[in-house]
């Protein structure tokens, strides 16, 4: 296996750079991508990242003693995956080969990030890492030494359209600069941003109502908890009202009938007075009466004896 990494900073803005990128292939400066095909994109608003997936025909130009080697032309198809980052403005590529990969693995990775040291230009870094196997050739003499050879030879080629590429990309970036005043990326943060906020203020008066409509409801149940606290308070209160009357009811009537019973008491010792007192005057006339009589009987008594007094008086002496 060998490793081979490189970094170079272009003097352009990051959203201008990753532009001139996605117009890179197919060019005829760089014939060996004969031709480039997007199978998969996903865009996420929320977070504002794309997520995309290219199918690249590749053919590597590589020498004919080493198409001898490997016993087929050297061609063959690669996928790449690029993942971008627009709020930290940060593209990352990871490509690998899935043609001849019988005998050869090239993987490489690739970052387009805003210079830390200057916000105005774009940072580019990029690794890759070669293995070749023969396994036809696995107890062959010197095979370790071949499939170093081939590598080193594989890295060659590739650094050479490395330096192909940095051409490609100012050309591309020349063009883009002309044509897109602000980069389709910037144009595409700005417009994403925009509906991030509409949909932030949808959500946000989504949640509002949603507050509204539990506030409401928390409301209704509390309304309904009370209306039927009151409503029990309410019977409470009754049934002790009707308690309370039905006591003084009682109280009332035991009263009634003491009072009943007092008047019938004072009546019928009313009866006993008067008929008591009827008993007493009748004695009293009884005894009147008698005390009539006897006196009527005493003055006649007395008169008797007056004239009995005259008759003696005047003829007693005489005897």
Wanted: with cysteine.
């Amino acid at each position: 296996m060998r490793y081979h990494e490189k970094s170079f900073t272009y003097d352009d803005d990051w959203g201008t750079v990753t532009s001139a990128f996605w117009l890179k292939y197919p060019n005829p400066q760089a014939q060996f991508v004969r031709s480039v095909d997007t199978i998969a994109r996903e865009l996420d608003t929320e977070r504002q990242t794309i997520k995309q997936r290219r199918l690249m025909s590749l053919e590597y130009q590589m020498p004919g003693w080493m198409e001898k080697i490997f016993g087929c032309k050297m061609r063959g198809l690669a996928i790449e995956e690029t993942f971008v980052d627009l709020p930290n403005k940060k593209l990352t590529l990871k490509s690998r080969n899935i043609g001849l990969a019988s005998f050869l693995i090239s993987e490489e990775h690739c970052v387009y990030e805003v210079d830390p040291n200057d916000p105005t230009k774009t940072k580019y870094t990029t690794s890759m890492t070669v293995t070749v196997s023969l396994p036809h050739l696995r107890d062959t003499w010197g095979v370790n030494s071949l499939t170093g050879t081939l590598e080193n030879q594989f890295l060659a080629r590739a650094s050479e359209k490395a330096k192909n590429g940095l051409e490609v990309m100012r050309n591309k970036i020349e063009t883009t600069r002309d044509l897109f005043p602000l980069s389709e990326w910037e144009a595409q943060l700005v417009q994403m941003r925009e509906r991030t906020q509409v949909d932030s203020v949808i959500d946000d008066m989504s949640r509002a109502s949603s507050d509204f409509v539990d506030d409401i409801a928390r409301k209704v149940d509390d309304l309904a908890r009370t209306s039927e606290e009151m409503r029990q308070r309410s019977e409470e209160i009754q049934s002790h009202i009707g308690e309370k009357i039905r006591l003084r009811s009682e109280e009332l009537g035991h009263v009634r009938d003491e009072i009943r019973s007092g008047i019938k008491k004072l009546s019928n010792s009313a009866e006993e007075t008067v008929e008591h007192a009827h008993e007493k005057v009748a004695a009293m006339k009884m005894r009147a009466a008698m005390l009539s009589f006897e006196t009527q009987r005493e003055v006649q008594r007395e008169a008797q004896l007056g004239v009995f007094r005259r008759f003696a008086q005047r003829w007693m002496p005489r005897w």
